[in-house]
């Protein structure tokens, strides 16, 4: 029997346009799955008369594999990973290569590659964005684990992800250990962090200027021409204009209640655990955590007061151009700060990220894929060590331009007691990063002040600590020296 070049476990839909994106490039695929039936219908069905092999059992699957032998799970994150992990290492060699492509926490990876390699056999966490259209015609896949894996992978990897226009495919090795799912974990906060921007356009858009479906429509189309050209501001587009068989907008009909996967949540813990600001897209975890107070927000607002939006009486097309600065240059910070997590996250870990390198595979097959990523990655090949993207003359220039716009759609959005959590949380960013001095002088006296926590002075070298005893009954006794 002819041997296949990979093995893929896991044949829900992602896993299905994986394998048929693998065999549409040349290669021979084995699947298999926990249910047989799932193997014999996409046999008979999607992958019927390709160059397939439904396996019939594990052993079956492994054995069908070319040496050094490539398994792919695209299978539930958690547990089920770890199962299959510990199915599969006594029928491989050494020198196989497990490949986990679901979204997994990458202190998982981290744990899994060390684990796996202590087996004598090596493995790659990677990132797969794009949902299931990408999969099918091209992702953008973020690698990482064993880094004498990728060689084996690469010609797979590089064939079936998406490609910029000069050819560049979409995927490039990340690091070793966890970083591949640590990258792809903070592609999704980004997405996250953008979905709300978008979110939050579309409501003022309904609810302070009054516009229609279609309106609104025919704006992001036209948005979707200029710098925010991107994956969600077209599929935004799209969304607004869909009507059902009745003729109604089917976005009117959904409830406002917004799910979520985990990995936000991680992105925004992973900040917290490096102190980075990652302000916006915190703000978005928590905007889809508000939404899904919907019988607490029903009943909230019959009882609390507040302005209700009242119609837009100014310039609207005026209003729209600054409302797309606005988006433009919230939309760049959330780029700044998840870029700045992973700079802390690399120190941290003893990664060495190509952040260029990471703007060029979000450019395509992504679901954050935009045309200002190749802006963020010229930015990176100018300056390698740019410690915030916003200190790139592009992007300095583009957010001054765009800040008098900005402050005015959050000033009416504020006035009108319309939530713009994280347009706002983008300007509260740029505007105390810029500054030179920010109010934690006070901060710090009132921690010296109940905890004796000390404080450094401007007119002492830094590293110097001091204490006050505010009261006169404090003693000279100090806690510690502070910790940001």
Known sequence: MEKSDIGLIGLAVMGENLVLNMESKGFRVSVYNRT?????????????????????????????????????????????????????????????????????????????????????????GTGVSGGEEGALNGPSMMPGGSPQAWPHVKPIFQSICAKVSDGTPCCDWVGEGGAGHFVKMVHNGIEYGDIQLICECYSIMKNLLGMSNEQMHETFAEWNKGDLDSYLIEITRDILAKKDEDGNYVLDYILDTAGQKGTGKWTAIAALDTGVPLTLIAESVFARSLSAQKKERVAASKILKGPKPQ????????????????????????????????????????WNLNYGGIALMWRGGCIIRSVFLGKIKEAFDKNPDIPNILLDSYFTEKLAAAQSGWRNVLAEAVKNGIPVPCLSAGLEYYDGYRSERLPANLLQAQRDYFGAHTYERIDRERGEFFHTNWTGEGGDTVAGTYNA
């Open 311 to 350: 119609k837009y009486t100014g310039d609207i097309k005026v209003f729209l151009n600054d409302m797309e600065k606005a988006l433009f240059a919230a939309k760049v910070v959330s780029y700044a700060q998840g870029f700045n997590l992973m700079r802390a996250a690399a120190e941290e870990y003893g």
């Open 36 to 124: 047989q039936e799932k193997v014999d219908n996409f046999m008979e069905g999607r992958g019927a008369g390709k160059n397939i092999y439904g396996a019939s059992s594990l052993e079956d699957f492994v054995s069908s594999l070319k040496a050094p032998r490539k398994v792919f799970l695209m299978i539930k994150a958690g547990k089920a990973v770890d199962d299959f992990i510990e199915k599969l290492l006594p029928l491989l060699d050494k020198g196989d290569i497990i490949i986990d492509g679901g979204n997994t926490h990458f202190p998982d990876t981290t744990r899994r590659t060390a684990y796996v390699e202590s087996k004598g056999l090596l493995y790659i």
